[in-house]
């Protein structure tokens, strides 16, 4: 696969104001004695791109293939070679069929992946020196993709270079266990020795934590000061990591990403999911470790077919949230994060709160919705809305509501609108802001000029601009000035969010505290404000999240 190059070859386009360097001399630097790092484990050798150093696929976990499935993670072998961290880890086991099948989203996602193994447990670093004594704040970036898909280049917009040099920190990111061999809860029939199996994926993010807590400084990076990020699935991530014990302490700030999650999931479910597939597998429960030692797609074809079946059985949206995903147990992750309350290990993390105006940008791939009816809006809405289920008969009072808060907006933007999270996030704000620590909420609504402006404030758009790489996720931005100045004030607020615990004192508008009572939302766009709860009257139509 070309991911690695591709990466590398692609950020040459610096933003203006994080460029490197420029000389006669390369870009590129590698050899024996060039970006060098010790690890509690041995030394590895990264290479040095345009003044950043990059340290790819370093082991912090051991291979979790075999006797190690279903386990927590375990600490890798150390080595007596330098360990050539020159190329991106093994994504996790998911499903790769048809991986770039769709054109439409190939190009505007741009997806690279490389090797696909359970030896997954990989770490990449990015960092503007090594070895001067400086202590400069970490970023900890979680890849999107649910709990089931995803690694830690998938998007271009993921690559630290920019970030690192704009803001002298060290920028992190992970490839961790999905899916069915992240979360497959076989505690109900396998007993004591599967009892974290319904968490291992989460467990080995916190793994990935301890490896920057026992190793960043000798990356540059102050293990006192780390922030972790992620978007969609990596917010939900985030959002379990606030309530796990186990990572009381590895991180102290957060952000969430189009990805707010107040709940795990529910044990007798998780439980019951995973005696369907030792069922499905033809196994009993005395024959559980075969699980172990039968090929991965295998093991993913069965288990897959018995999360399809239990969906089946709920009916229409019954499953849509309830796959393979984090557990609340009572041990590994005591309670739900946020509901009804916010877990006692976040009260002292401060957090930002963020989603995008339209998610799920419908009529991008398909100009005839552009003149849809609001009828049309209405009948659509009833049985599916965004990553959920519908509205089913409050599904007119809700389009009602939402053109009645957003007069002049076409059909297909209503749509997007009333599909949108903002009431995930103004929940979990709500619960949230009831600790100590301060939350900040924003809404991106900046709209790139692709596909004849219909792409909208699409889902993962906003990632290029926190990381100052609008002029390498071209395809999400388009690139240029205006993506660039908007990047420069997001960038900058995160970055004084890392260093400080408030996203104020940049080129940004006062970013108030959020609060239920006024709900304080800071809005992205060409023109940056700051507006109370803007779209409150028309949530109220919503129905109630479970």
Same mark, same amino acid.
């Given at each position: 696969?070309?991911?690695?190059?591709?990466?590398?070859?692609?950020?040459?386009?610096? &933003?203006?104001?994080?460029?490197?360097?420029?000389?006669?001399?390369?870009?590129?630097?590698?050899?024996?004695?060039?970006? #060098?790092?010790?690890?509690?484990?041995?030394?590895?050798?990264?290479?040095?791109?345009?003044?950043?150093?990059?340290?790819?696929?370093?082991?912090?976990?051991?291979?979790?293939?075999?006797?190690?499935?279903?386990?927590?993670?375990?600490?890798?072998?150390? *080595?007596?070679?330098?360990?050539?961290?020159?190329? *991106?880890?093994?994504?996790? &086991?998911?499903?790769?069929?048809?991986?770039?099948?769709?054109?439409?989203?190939?190009?505007? /996602?741009?997806?690279?992946?490389?090797?696909?193994?359970?030896?997954?447990?990989?770490?990449?670093?990015?960092?503007?020196?090594?070895? /001067?004594?400086?202590?400069?704040?970490?970023?900890?970036?979680?890849?999107?993709?649910?709990?089931?898909?995803?690694?830690?280049?998938?998007?271009?917009?993921?690559?630290?270079?920019?970030?690192?040099?704009?803001?002298?920190?060290?920028?992190?990111?992970?490839?961790?266990?999905?899916?069915?061999?992240?979360?497959?809860?076989?505690?109900?029939?396998?007993?004591?020795?599967?009892?974290?199996?319904?968490? #291992?994926?989460?467990?080995?993010?916190?793994?990935?934590?301890?490896?920057?807590?026992?190793?960043? %400084?000798?990356?540059? +990076?102050?293990?006192?000061?780390?922030?972790?990020?992620?978007?969609? +699935?990596?917010?939900?991530?985030?959002?379990?990591?606030?309530?796990?014990?186990?990572?009381?302490?590895?991180?102290?700030?957060?952000?969430?990403?189009?990805?707010?999650?107040?709940?795990?999931?529910?044990?007798?479910?998780? !439980?019951?999911?995973?005696?369907?597939?030792?069922?499905? %597998?033809?196994?009993?429960?005395?024959?559980?470790? =075969?699980?172990?030692?039968?090929? *991965? =797609?295998?093991?993913?074809?069965?288990?897959?077919?018995?999360?399809?079946?239990?969906?089946? !059985?709920?009916?229409?949206?019954?499953?849509?949230?309830?796959?393979?995903?984090?557990?609340?147990?009572?041990?590994?992750?005591?309670?739900?994060?946020?509901?009804?309350?916010?877990?006692?290990?976040?009260?002292?993390? &401060?957090?930002?709160?963020?989603?995008? !105006?339209? !998610?799920?940008?419908?009529?991008?791939?398909?100009?005839?919705?552009?003149?849809?009816?609001?009828?049309?809006? #209405?009948?659509?809405?009833?049985?599916?809305?965004?990553?959920?289920?519908?509205?089913?008969?409050?599904?007119?009072?809700? #389009?009602?509501?939402?053109?009645?808060?957003?007069?002049?907006?076409?059909?297909?933007?209503?749509?997007?609108?009333?599909?949108?999270?903002?009431?995930?996030?103004?929940?979990?704000?709500?619960?949230?802001?009831?600790?100590?620590?301060?939350?900040?909420?924003?809404?991106?609504?900046?709209?790139?000029?692709?596909?004849?402006?219909?792409?909208?404030?699409?889902?993962?758009?906003?990632?290029?601009?926190?990381?100052?790489?609008?002029?390498?996720?071209?395809?999400?931005?388009?690139?240029?000035?205006?993506?660039?100045?908007?990047?420069?004030?997001?960038?900058?607020?995160?970055?004084?969010?890392?260093?400080?615990? /408030?996203?104020?004192?940049?080129?940004?508008? =006062?970013?108030?505290?959020?609060?239920?009572?006024?709900?304080?939302?800071?809005?992205?766009?060409?023109?940056?404000?700051?507006?109370?709860? &803007?779209?409150?009257?028309?949530?109220?139509?919503?129905?109630?999240?479970?």
């Amino acid at each position: 696969m070309q991911a690695g190059i591709a990466m590398s070859a692609a950020v040459t386009a610096a &933003p203006e104001g994080a460029a490197a360097k420029t000389s006669d001399g390369p870009v590129l630097l590698v050899g024996e004695n060039i970006a #060098v790092a010790n690890t509690e484990y041995g030394k590895v050798r990264g290479y040095t791109l345009r003044g950043i150093h990059y340290f790819l696929g370093m082991p912090y976990g051991a291979d979790t293939s075999g006797a190690n499935r279903f386990m927590p993670p375990q600490k890798p072998k150390p *080595w007596t070679d330098v360990y050539p961290a020159l190329w *991106w880890g093994n994504s996790a &086991p998911q499903n790769m069929e048809n991986r770039y099948a769709n054109k439409y989203y190939s190009f505007r /996602d741009h997806w690279n992946y490389d090797d696909v193994s359970e030896d997954c447990l990989r770490i990449n670093v990015f960092t503007p020196a090594l070895n /001067d004594g400086k202590k400069r704040p970490v970023m900890f970036w979680i890849h999107g993709g649910g709990f089931t898909a995803g690694n830690a280049i998938e998007q271009d917009g993921y690559n630290g270079e920019n970030f690192a040099r704009l803001g002298d920190v060290v920028f992190c990111s992970i490839n961790h266990r999905l899916g069915p061999l992240g979360y497959c809860n076989l505690a109900g029939v396998g007993g004591e020795k599967y009892a974290a199996s319904g968490n #291992v994926g989460m467990m080995d993010i916190v793994a990935a934590l301890e490896w920057v807590r026992d190793n960043i %400084a000798h990356f540059g +990076g102050d293990p006192g000061n780390v922030t972790i990020m992620g978007q969609s +699935g990596g917010g939900a991530k985030v959002c379990i990591l606030t309530a796990m014990p186990s990572a009381k302490g590895l991180f102290h700030k957060a952000v969430v990403l189009s990805g707010a999650s107040r709940k795990g999931a529910d044990k007798d479910f998780s !439980e019951k999911l995973g005696a369907a597939v030792l069922k499905e %597998a033809g196994l009993s429960a005395a024959e559980i470790d =075969k699980l172990q030692s039968m090929p *991965w =797609k295998d093991f993913y074809t069965i288990a897959t077919k018995a999360q399809q079946n239990l969906a089946r !059985e709920a009916g229409p949206g019954g499953g849509m949230m309830r796959g393979f995903s984090p557990v609340v147990d009572g041990r590994i992750l005591p309670q739900h994060p946020y509901d009804p309350v916010a877990a006692p290990t976040a009260a002292d993390v &401060p957090m930002i709160i963020s989603s995008v !105006e339209h !998610e799920q940008s419908i009529s991008w791939t398909d100009s005839a919705l552009e003149s849809m009816t609001i009828d049309q809006v #209405v009948e659509r809405l009833k049985t599916r809305a965004g990553f959920g289920a519908g509205f089913g008969d409050k599904a007119k009072d809700v #389009v009602d509501a939402y053109v009645k808060a957003f007069p002049g907006r076409k059909p297909v933007e209503i749509w997007c609108l009333a599909s949108s999270n903002r009431q995930g996030v103004v929940a979990l704000a709500d619960v949230k802001s009831k600790q100590a620590a301060s939350v900040y909420v924003n809404w991106f609504t900046w709209q790139p000029p692709l596909f004849d402006n219909r792409i909208r404030a699409f889902h993962c758009v906003d990632i290029s601009f926190w990381f100052y790489n609008t002029d390498l996720m071209l395809t999400h931005t388009g690139g240029g000035p205006r993506p660039r100045a908007l990047s420069a004030k997001m960038a900058g607020a995160l970055l004084q969010f890392m260093k400080t615990g /408030d996203p104020n004192g940049t080129g940004l508008p =006062k970013w108030p505290k959020y609060t239920s009572a006024k709900g304080e939302t800071m809005i992205f766009d060409d023109t940056c404000v700051a507006k109370n709860d &803007p779209d409150r009257e028309a949530r109220k139509a919503l129905p109630a999240l479970t």
